[in-house]
């Protein structure tokens, strides 16, 4: 790759894409070649097992702004989209998924509002082609849900075709699945954030990747966000919620149980005994549980943080870079 200052970088990842490759790179370079400058194309491999990284290594032979990373497995969008952002040093970050249902002639819609001083500028896909009930339904039920819990008016979490600043996203750490949130996770540092309608054509070759299962991980994942966004430097806040309502319900129980014990002779055990567990139980059992899945996904954002430690794993490079 020339020594030059790379203005945009287009990062797109793979998994098991070979039908879509080379029309998608073809696209790609046709648009970003009428912007009329300098680029990069980085295309990640994630884990492929038909023909995806034979065809990206032939596309990079020929053209020097491409590079190609080859995960070692399949670690999943989040992490191979980790891994282009780490490799990319475009100004600008542009994102977008492998099976053509992004239209790279969309590009330039983002840059121009990316122009007028936003951070981020994400995709919306306004007028979507998927099937209602297993894909149109749940991403908008969950796309208000992620709205509402950020604070950030967004109506497509879920596409990954956005344009990021470089200074933006570099300062965002990926992990589990959380590359649909950066909007939401950016804006915690101040990043300001719009949205665009972006076309959303028909898969026409490939297999989706994506079920009605992926929406219940999203659910999760919003937990964990809204966690680390209003949470993370006050963890008390949140446990105190719970700690303090199981011990007020626990501790009525127990008061109304030793009312019975003191006053009216009551053998709480036999009488009882089902009631008092749950008093117990109230107490000690519920906010330890719940706790406890929060407590670790903070621990994982420590760990990959402070360790910096990547959650991907690189097998090989394309890249005439010096690395």
């Known amino acids: 790759m020339q020594d030059e200052n790379i203005k945009y970088s287009i990062v797109v990842p793979f998994y098991n894409e070979q039908e879509n490759v080379r029309p998608l790179y073809q696209k790609i370079k046709k648009v970003m070649d009428g912007l009329g400058e300098p680029y990069e194309i980085v295309f990640i491999d994630d884990g492929s097992k038909d023909r995806t990284f034979a065809l990206l290594d ?44 992004h239209d790279p002639e969309d590009i330039p819609r983002l840059l121009e509002k990316l122009a007028d001083g936003y951070d981020i500028v994400s995709g919306w896909r306004k007028d979507r082609v998927d099937n209602l009930l297993t894909r149109r339904l749940p991403s908008r039920i969950a796309n208000w849900m992620i709205a509402k819990l950020s604070g950030v008016p967004l109506h497509d979490f879920g596409a990954t075709f956005k344009a990021y600043k470089r200074e933006v996203i570099k300062n965002i750490n990926l992990y589990g699945e959380l590359h649909r949130f950066i909007p939401a996770l950016a804006s915690w540092w101040g990043a300001s954030v719009v949205e665009v ?18 929406t219940f991980r999203v659910l999760l994942d919003m937990l964990t966000v809204k966690f680390l966004l209003s949470y993370s430097t006050r963890p008390l806040h949140f446990f105190g919620i719970f700690g303090l309502a199981g011990i007020a319900s626990g501790g009525a ?30 107490i000690l059992v519920g906010a330890q549980f719940l706790s406890l899945g929060l407590v670790c996904e903070m621990m994982s954002r420590v760990y990959y943080e402070t360790q910096r430690k990547p959650i991907y794993g690189i097998g090989e490079i394309r890249t005439r870079r010096k690395v």
């Open 58 to 101: 032939e596309i990079y032979a020929a053209d020097e702004r491409v590079h190609v990373i080859r995960l070692k497995r399949n670690f999943g969008q989040t992490a191979a989209l980790a891994a282009g952002f780490d490799f990319a040093q475009g100004e600008i970050i542009i994102p977008m998924d492998g099976d053509l249902q």
């Open 197 to 214: 309608p972006i076309r959303n054509t028909i898969r026409t070759s490939g297999r989706s990747k994506y079920g009605l299962s992926r």
């Open 253 to 282: 129980i127990g008061l109304f149980l030793l009312y019975k014990k003191l006053f009216l002779g009551t053998h709480l055990l036999t009488e009882h005994g089902p009631l008092f567990l749950l008093a117990i139980l109230l």
